[in-house]
């Protein structure tokens, strides 16, 4: 009996296994019916093997060209929808904005944020959020010392960094990151920095890292594997304990602030947030409580320096490539606000040549090529597909950004795609830097400002000198992510 047994258990248990399995492999597969279609998936790895997981944007890109401009592509076993060139995005973002307005996965953020805080956060509580940030931004914007004041004030700072390197090669990453970083950290802080204070720059440095981590490889590897590559070692886990850094910054600013707190006369956006929270603690289904304050504050800092300060360090090195660009901005420059005034958000609309260039460089770097991934935020139907609540949307914004039937040289930096025959300013709607809808970029405004005051400024008072021919510099990124990485370059800075 028992020799007969063993084997007829062992039989049934395999029997049982493969049952489950099969079972499994059932439920997995009715999670992604009535989707678009798109590549066979594999179970566990998805898609992974159909595509070069370092270049996964370039990789998802180029299946668009087989499966049209929305497909499903399994990231492991979760199935997503990829939205590819400027129709699609535009009807998903733009014309079905709230459905398409939950925030998706996104992995090397998540251990730390777990969906809380103004960019990772979704449904009531970031709809609360965000109207707070955009009217506590708005309030001081339009205080006695405006923004814009405060963005001319930090460009001469900048200009006078620039002065002390006298006219020698140096490598502009440092004095763009302390310039950007500034702006945001009047808002949210109340003040802005010293470029030589040694905390300001390990903060930087740790936002940088972590850009350049998600922006890296191992960052690609843990937004595709999340489950495995939390558990296997390499540099990717650092982006966890650089976000615990900048927290506990925050959380110290946070005490200071407590300590001198006066209601009446909110100093940023954290004394604001703080009576936000006084006036909320008798509701206990509040959404503004520390734990979100430091979340959402950590999101504004990061998100408010290294985008702008990316954009201007890529800006730069597109001009060396292109010195007769550059040249028309000086005459621009020269005629418009001419030597002896700092420029200002007014000169903007007599500027056409300079505001279509910052607008090309915006394309052209695309410096955020996938946006953040967007949910839905109930089962929809779209395009004749079914889409359940919470599935996960990957926008490729650049997609629209060098879309073919949208900007005639789509490959090629031509501050024309945004000139009209008779020279004047043309906006084109797949410009998508910012992405778009109803979680468009909520610094958008804060930026425009930043990097109109900040090129102009710095044109005005310095001639571009690259260290080589400008034919030989590259422009394409050092690397491909979250972020699109301007390769790492010195130049010298002529004074005017
Ligand atoms: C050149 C500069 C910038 C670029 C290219 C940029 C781009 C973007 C993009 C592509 C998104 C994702 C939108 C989406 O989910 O569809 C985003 C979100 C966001 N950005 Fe920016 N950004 C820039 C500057 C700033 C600045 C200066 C701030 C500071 C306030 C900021 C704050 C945010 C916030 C809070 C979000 C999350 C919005 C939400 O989820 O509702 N950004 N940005």
């Known amino acids: 009996m028992v020799f007969l047994g063993e084997p007829l258990g062992a039989l049934l248990a395999a029997a049982l296994a493969g049952l489950l399995l099969l079972l499994a492999l059932l439920s997995w597969r009715r999670s992604f019916a009535g989707l678009p279609p798109g590549p066979a998936p594999l179970p566990f790895v998805g898609n992974m093997l159909q595509v070069d997981v370092k270049e996964l944007i370039a990789s ?7 499966y049209g401009p929305m497909y499903t592509f399994h990231l492991g076993s979760r199935p997503c929808v990829v939205l590819s060139g400027y129709q699609v995005l535009k009807e998903a973002l733009i014309d079905r904005a709230e459905e398409f307005s939950g925030r998706g996965d996104f992995p090397a953020v998540q251990m730390w944020s777990k969906g809380n805080g103004i960019v990772y956060g979704t449904g009531e509580r970031w709809r609360q959020l965000r109207r ?3 009217t506590t931004f708005k309030n001081f914007g339009m205080g006695k010392r405006s923004i814009e ?5 930090e460009a001469q700072f900048l200009v006078a960094e620039f002065h002390k390197t006298q006219g020698k090669p140096f490598d502009p990453t440092f004095f763009l990151s302390c310039a950007g970083s500034n702006i945001i950290c009047i808002l949210v802080f109340g003040d802005r920095f010293e470029y030589t204070d040694k905390k300001f720059l390990m903060l930087l440095d740790l936002i940088n890292n972590n850009w350049k981590l998600m922006s890296s490889t191992w960052g690609q590897l843990l937004f595709t594997f999340p489950k495995i590559m939390r558990h296997i070692p390499g540099p990717h886990r650092q982006i966890y304990k650089n976000y615990l850094k900048l927290a506990a910054f925050v959380g110290e600013r946070l005490k200071l602030n407590r300590q001198t707190l006066d209601p009446n006369s909110p100093r940023d956006f954290i004394d604001c947030f703080l009576t936000k929270i006084q006036q909320e603690k008798n509701n206990p289904s ?3 409580n520390e734990d979100t304050m430091s979340k959402t504050t950590v999101n504004l800092f990061f998100a408010g320096t290294e985008t702008v300060s990316s954009t201007l360090k890529y800006g730069l090195r597109i001009l060396m490539r292109h010195p007769e660009v550059e040249e028309k901005l000086h005459e621009e420059i020269d005629r418009v606000i001419g030597p002896n005034r700092s420029p200002c958000m007014e000169d903007r609309s007599r500027m ?3 505001d279509a260039v910052i607008h090309e460089i915006q394309r052209f770097a695309d410096i955020v090529p996938m946006g953040v991934p967007h949910t839905v935020t109930r089962d929809i139907e779209f395009r004749g597909y079914k889409l359940p609540k919470d599935l996960n949307i990957i926008p490729l914004l650049c997609t629209s950004q060098f879309d073919p039937t949208q900007f005639k040289n789509p490959n090629t930096f031509d501050p024309t795609h945004f ?3 008779c020279g004047r300013f043309k906006k084109n709607d797949a410009f998508m830097a910012f992405s778009a809808g109803k979680r468009l970029c909520l610094g958008e405004g ?6 109109f005051i900040f090129l102009t400024t710095i044109l005005q008072n310095f001639k571009l000198k690259p260290l080589t021919a400008p034919e030989d510099i590259d422009v394409t990124p050092e690397s491909t992510g979250l972020g699109s990485i301007p390769r790492p370059y010195r130049f010298r800075l002529i004074p005017r």
Not at 149 to 153: F, Q
Not at 446 to 451: G, P, S, V
Request: charged share 35%; hydrophobic share 45%; aromatic share 10%.
């Open 149 to 153: 004041e405060r963005i001319k004030e």
């Open 286 to 288: 509040s959404h503004f």
């Open 60 to 66: 998802l890109r180029e299946l668009s060209k087989t």
């Open 132 to 134: 707070f940030a955009i």
């Open 352 to 354: 056409p040549y300079t």
């Open 446 to 451: 804060l930026a425009i400002m930043e990097l």
């Open 419 to 421: 000139l009209d025959d």
